[in-house]
């Protein structure tokens, strides 16, 4: 028989803390139950004393949120608790929805000013602060919206794991307004007298676009950075390349960049109508955050799962697609 340190009681089978070094009843066993003095100089980085018991599923004071929304346990919104990368998905859908249907049923076509001025980041009006966001849930066309859901869908919940959702959607919407910043920034260091010019207009019935303005839109900026974090995190996390050619994350990230690179140099920053600028601001940015994590002890998976996190990246000739 010994007896619990922390609260007296006869115990059979005592159980000894690697930590304190303390002898306790299984009450108390684990060192958030017992107060250890040794939780405050280690993390627990092999989860021995983790019970893997949600604590907050058992207090109904505890709340989690994503966006500002209680999604706590018995909340309307509780399956999206640890799901942002799903909501993220899901407002990518709606804008598309409202891109195609509502604005057009409200007379606001495709192409348009109107059009442009709501739902891309551009040179006519860079400082709309509206575009910064709305740009990175727009897409162009249903190929660029399908093949950035499929990335943000294999790479976002990996990434939302290790940082959590509150983290994820900040850095997705700071790195894909950003990426897009750069693109748009860009343009008008190389070409200033287009800005605050419109984009299009129509003589005769025929359309005309401004040469070297610039319209993006997109979610590739802000995948790319998410690309960059797991990068980061884990270089040699194993991924399958167009779900057929397996290759460590690092060389795909490589390759990537690489690719934008090239374009970059020989079709300029908006080479073959996307924003391979943006692409790279999104990874520098998201490489440059996984830094961070790395130095403050962050730890990433060690394999990407089918429906759990790997992808690849996604214009007016003027629109840039990103």
Known sequence: MARCDRCGEEEGMPYQCRLCGGTFCSEHRLPENHDCSGLDSWNDPSGVFDSGFDDSVSDSSAKSSVLGLDTGPGGVLAYFRGNATYILLGVMWVMFLVQRVLAPAFGIEPGTQAWVNLFTLNTTHPL????????????????HIVFNS?????????????????????????????????????????????????????????MYRLTNATAVLGASGAIAALMGVLTVLNPNLRIMLYFVIPMPLWVATLLFAGYSVLMSSVGGIGAGGVAQLAHLAGLVLGLLYGVKLKRDGERAPQELRFGGGGGGMGGMGGRRRR
């Open 150 to 206: 499929i990335v943000l869908y294999f790479f976002g919940p990996v990434v939302e794991r290790r940082i959590g959702s509150k983290k994820l959607v900040a850095l997705f919407l700071a790195a894909g307004a950003l990426a897009g910043l750069a693109q748009v920034g860009a343009t008008l260091l190389q070409h200033p007298e287009v800005y605050g010019r419109q984009m299009l207009f129509v003589d005769g019935g025929e």
């Open 128 to 143: 709309y602060v509206w575009t910064w966001i709305t740009s990175v849930f727009a897409h162009g066309d249903l190929m």
